[in-house]
């Protein structure tokens, strides 16, 4: 049973581009956590979805930030005119239920540079 | 609003050696912690959870953490460390009523020395 898995590892973006981090769950789980850890720091929660829905993203920036968990396919953190800023590493991860039940597998990040 | 406190932002300790990796917390109602190891360049990995029950928790690679409600604490314990154990503890807490979050410290980093 494959693990969560991040793509891609590491990802450099100029300000201004695009970059779109893909997560896809542990085989059965429905909740993905997106985190993100910035140098020297612990991890902050950004977002929180299961299927197509957006359940607490009070943790996402207001603006350049989104996230989806589309019914088919992985879940997707895209973060639109990077600043350098957004430089992080950025952690998926998932869960059969919610947690206390059924902890959280965490994949092993995406780390964006920003130039 | 819940926080978690890890003193020690690093904690060096010489192989075979025990060692304590301090965490306090803050909530206003009941709460489930965790400690999670992180790896160079990899995910967390937990290490071991309190959610009710024994207030002494065992988890994998011979650690163990005990939950003292009164002084709101979680410490990290293990009797002897390996060079392996090398890398960044991180404790989080979640409320039992949230259920869909994790607060986590700052995190420890250990050194095991030779």
């Known amino acids: 049973n494959a693990g969560v898995m991040q793509n891609p590892r590491h990802l450099v973006r100029r300000r201004g581009q695009e970059a779109r981090l893909r997560c896809s769950p542990m085989k059965g789980h429905s909740h993905v956590y997106w985190y993100r850890q910035l140098p020297e720091e612990g991890l902050k929660f950004m977002v929180y979805l299961q299927k197509e829905n957006i359940i607490d993203e009070s943790g996402m920036p207001k603006e350049r930030f989104s996230a989806e968990f589309p019914k088919e396919g992985p879940s997707i953190l895209r973060i639109q005119q990077v600043v350098r800023g957004d430089s992080a590493a950025y952690f998926c991860?998932?869960?059969?239920?919610?947690?206390?039940?059924?902890?959280?597998?965490f994949g092993n990040g995406t780390r964006l540079t920003v130039t | 609003a819940q926080s978690v406190t890890q003193l020690d932002s690093q904690v060096p300790v010489f192989e075979e050696a025990p060692v304590e990796l301090r965490c306090n917390y803050s909530?206003?109602?009941?709460?489930?912690l965790f400690w999670y190891v992180q790896y160079p360049n990899q995910g967390l990995q937990l290490l071991l959870k309190?959610?009710?029950?024994?207030?002494l928790v065992k988890g994998i690679n011979g650690f163990e953490a005990e939950f003292n409600k009164s002084q709101t604490s979680f410490h990290l314990r293990k009797p002897s460390v390996h060079i392996s154990d090398t890398a960044e503890y991180f404790c989080?807490?979640?409320?039992?009523?949230?259920?869909?979050?994790?607060?986590f410290g700052g995190g420890t980093r250990l050194m095991v020395k030779p």
């Open positions: 991860a998932s869960s059969l239920t919610v947690i206390g039940n059924s902890p959280l597998h």
């Open positions: 989080a807490v979640s409320e039992d009523n949230a259920g869909n979050m994790l607060t």
């Open positions: 309190y959610l009710s029950g024994s207030t």
């Open positions: 909530s206003s109602v009941s709460v489930y």
